[in-house]
Nanobody
Framework: QVQLVESGGGLVQTGGSLRLSCAAS????????MGWFRQAPGKEREFVAA????????YYADSVKGRFTISRDNAKNTVYLQMNSLKPEDTAVYYC?????????????????WGQGTQVTVSS
């Protein structure tokens, strides 16, 4: 069982930056594939970024490629999402997710554990 707690959301102007954190409980964090998803009002939850358990492999949605960076610190049981050059269309609740896996996972149904989400609002 893994519990995930996101933090770092907030209100930022267009072009600004935020760093989200997701702290995980448990002693086997380094065996979990991690991902970030987001859900805007009235829309489906969508994939943003994913990272392998070692941190050696990452994958991004086209909409955030070149602007967002996912990383992890297994010693701190934490995964991060650095978001730069933010746009109003990035406004959403951001969720982190985990699954015991060696692979990069990009689909919602592939993840077993979810955090409660953190709100990101980008003003124009």
């Amino acid at each position: 069982q893994v519990q995930l707690v996101e933090s770092g959301g907030g209100l930022v102007q267009t072009g600004g930056s935020l760093r989200l954190s997701c702290a995980a409980s448990g002693r086997t964090f380094n065996r979990y594939a991690m991902g970030w998803f987001r859900q805007a009002p009235g829309k489906e939850r969508e994939f943003v970024a994913a990272i392998s358990w070692s941190g050696g492999n990452t994958y991004y949605a086209d909409s955030v490629k070149g602007r967002f960076t996912i990383s992890r610190d297994n010693a701190k049981n934490t995964v991060y999402l650095q978001m730069n050059s933010l746009k109003p269309e990035d406004t959403a609740v951001y969720y982190c997710a985990a699954r015991l896996s060696k692979d990069i996972l990009t689909r919602r149904f592939e993840y077993d554990y979810w955090g409660q989400g953190t709100q990101v609002t980008v003003s124009s």
